[in-house]
C-alpha cells in the first residue's frame, strides 16, 4: 500500500515538475564580457535565460550551436529561451563585440 | 573593430539585398521604371530607425519575447508578399500593376526594416567613442560596400539572361528566398518558446559551418541551419511548396482564361 503511494505521489512530483515555469539562469553583461562566462545547465531541460545588459551599449546575444539571436539595447534585460539540448557545450557570443564578448553553455546531464 | 563591423553589416546587407536585388532585376527585365524600388529602400531605412528607436520598448511586449514576434511577423509578412506577387505574375498581371508594385514594396520595406534596424544600434552604440567611431562607421561601409556588390552582382547575373529564363530564374530565387523567411520566423518562435523546441535532426556544422562565409551566404540564400529542428525543416517544405502551388495554380487560371 505504501509503495503504491509513493509510487503516485512520484508520479504527481514528476507530472508536476514537466509542468512547472522552466528553471532561470541569470547571465549579466558588463564591459563587454558575460559573467559568468561559463554557465552550467541541465541536459534535456528547458531553461530561460536572463541577460541582463549592465553596459550602456546594445549587445546581440548570439549562437550558432544553440541557434539563437536576440538583439539587448544598453541597460536592459532579455529572455531567451533555450533547451532542451543534448549534453555538450554550446559557445555564444556578442555579436557587437565578439572579441571580448564570448561564453559558452555546458549541458551535463545531472547539471552539476 | 574594423574587420567585426565588416562582417555584422556584411551579414544584415546580404540577407535584404538580396531581395531588392531580385526586384531590381524583375523591374529591368519588365522594362519599367525603378523609382518605387528606391523609394521602398528609403522607406524601409525609415521604418528600421523607428524599429530601432522602439526597440527597448518592443522587447518588453509579450512577457519579454516581443522583439521575437515582431522578427515572426515581420518574416511572414515578407513570405505573404512573395507569395501574392509570384500569384500575380503567373497569372501575367505585371507591372506597372499597383498591387504588385505593392508587394514589391512592402516586401523591401519589411526586409530592409529588420536588417538595417540592427546595423543603426549596433552603430549608435559608438556615439560616445569617437575614437572606435571611425573605425566602426569605416567597417559599416565597407561591409556596405560588399554587400551591395553581391546584390549588383546577382542583378547583372540575372539580366544577362532573355527575359523569359531571366523571369523563371528570379521566381526561382523568389521561391528560396521566401520560404527561407518562414524557416527564420519558425526558429524565432521556438526561441519565443511559443513553439516547442526539438532536438537537431541533423548536424553538418562539419560540413558547411555556420560560422564560415559559404555558411553565411547560404544562411542568407536560404535561412541554411547547420543543425535545423524538424519544425523549421517542416514549414521551410511547406512553405516552399505552397508557393510552387501558387505559382502552378496561378498559370492554370491564366490558360482557362485564355481558353
Known amino acids: 500500500m505504501m509503495k503504491k503511494l509513493l509510487t503516485c505521489i512520484a508520479i504527481f512530483m514528476i507530472s508536476l515538475n514537466s509542468y512547472a515555469a522552466p528553471p532561470v539562469f541569470e547571465i549579466v553583461i558588463k564591459d563587454h564580457l558575460f559573467y559568468p562566462d561559463e554557465l552550467v545547465i541541465p541536459a534535456n531541460t528547458k531553461v530561460k535565460l536572463l541577460v541582463k545588459n549592465q553596459d550602456a551599449t546594445p549587445e546581440e546575444f548570439e549562437s550558432y550551436e544553440l541557434n539563437r539571436e536576440k538583439v539587448i539595447p544598453g541597460n536592459t534585460q532579455a529572455i531567451i529561451f533555450i533547451g532542451p539540448l543534448k549534453p555538450g557545450v554550446y559557445p555564444f557570443f556578442g555579436e557587437f563585440f565578439p572579441k571580448t564578448a564570448q561564453g559558452r553553455i555546458i549541458v551535463k546531464e545531472d547539471g552539476k | 573593430m574594423l574587420l567585426n563591423s565588416v562582417i ?66 515581420i518574416h511572414i509578412g515578407i513570405y505573404c508578399c512573395l507569395t501574392v506577387f509570384l500569384w500575380l505574375i503567373s497569372r501575367d498581371i505585371n507591372l506597372p500593376n499597383q498591387l504588385v508594385k505593392g508587394m514589391m514594396m512592402t516586401a523591401i520595406i519589411l526586409a530592409i526594416s529588420r536588417e538595417s534596424a540592427e546595423i543603426m544600434l549596433y552603430i549608435s552604440g559608438f556615439r560616445s567613442d569617437h575614437f572606435l567611431m571611425q573605425s566602426v562607421l569605416s567597417g559599416s561601409l565597407i561591409g556596405l560596400g560588399i554587400g551591395v556588390s553581391c546584390g549588383i552582382f546577382l542583378y547583372h547575373l540575372m539580366i544577362a539572361l532573355k527575359p523569359a529564363p531571366a523571369a523563371k530564374c528570379i521566381c526561382i530565387l523568389v521561391v528560396i528566398v521566401g520560404s527561407s523567411m518562414m524557416s527564420q520566423a519558425t526558429q ?18 562539419h560540413l558547411i559551418s555556420e560560422h564560415s562565409l559559404p555558411g553565411q551566404l547560404l544562411y542568407a540564400l536560404m535561412a541554411y541551419e547547420a543543425t535545423p529542428t524538424w519544425s523549421q525543416i517542416l514549414v521551410y517544405l511547406t512553405s516552399l511548396l505552397l508557393m510552387l502551388i501558387v505559382i502552378v495554380s496561378g498559370r492554370f487560371s491564366r490558360s482557362i482564361q485564355h481558353d
Not at chain 2, 523609394?39 to 522587447?59: D, Q, R
Not at chain 2, 524565432?188 to 556544422?205: E, R
Open chain 2, 8 to 73: 555584422l553589416v556584411l551579414r544584415e546587407v546580404l540577407e535584404a539585398a538580396m531581395v531588392v536585388s531580385l526586384f531590381m532585376a524583375f523591374t529591368t527585365v519588365s522594362q519599367q521604371s525603378r523609382r518605387f524600388l528606391i523609394k521602398a529602400i528609403l522607406l524601409g531605412l525609415i521604418a528600421g530607425a523607428t524599429y530601432a528607436y522602439f526597440l527597448p520598448e518592443v522587447s518588453n511586449w509579450l512577457e519579454g519575447v516581443g522583439q521575437e514576434i515582431t522578427n515572426t511577423a
Open chain 2, 188 to 205: 524565432f518562435l521556438i526561441q519565443a518558446d511559443w513553439l516547442a523546441s526539438s532536438n537537431p535532426v541533423w548536424d553538418s556544422s
